[in-house]
């Protein structure tokens, strides 16, 4: 079992930048694809990012590439994004989950969440 939450959510201007951390616990951290999701209100969750146990491969979805970046240490257990020239259309909920594979049904933990605006 691995439970996860996250923090850093907040208020930040358009063009600015904000970093989402996930703590995870358990000893097998390693063992799991991470990955970073949002939902806007009335929107369907949408993937993110994610990355692979031992940090080397990672994949985005288009709109976020170039801006957003995942990285992890599996030595304290957490992933981050990194999310640089942020729009207002990137308001939602941010959601970090792990997962056996890269596919979206493959992620089987989940955090609760963190509120990112950003204002125009």
């Known amino acids: 079992q691995v439970q996860l939450e996250e923090s850093g959510g907040g208020l930040v201007q358009a063009g600015g930048s904000l970093r989402v951390s996930c703590a995870a616990s358990?000893?097998?951290?390693?063992?799991?694809?991470m990955g970073w999701f949002r939902q806007a209100p009335g929107k369907a969750r949408e993937f993110l990012a994610a990355?692979?146990?031992?940090?080397?491969?990672?994949r985005y979805e288009d709109s976020v590439k170039g801006r957003f970046t995942i990285t992890r240490d599996n030595g304290k257990n957490t992933v981050s994004l990194q999310m640089n020239s942020l729009k207002p259309e990137d308001t939602a909920v941010y959601y970090c989950?792990?997962?056996?594979?890269?596919?979206?049904?493959?992620?089987?933990?989940w955090g609760q969440g963190t509120q990112v605006t950003v204002s125009s």
């Open positions: 989950a792990a997962g056996l594979g890269w596919s979206v049904d493959d992620y089987i933990y």
């Open positions: 358990g000893r097998t951290f390693s063992n799991y694809v």
């Open positions: 990355i692979s146990g031992s940090g080397i491969y990672t």
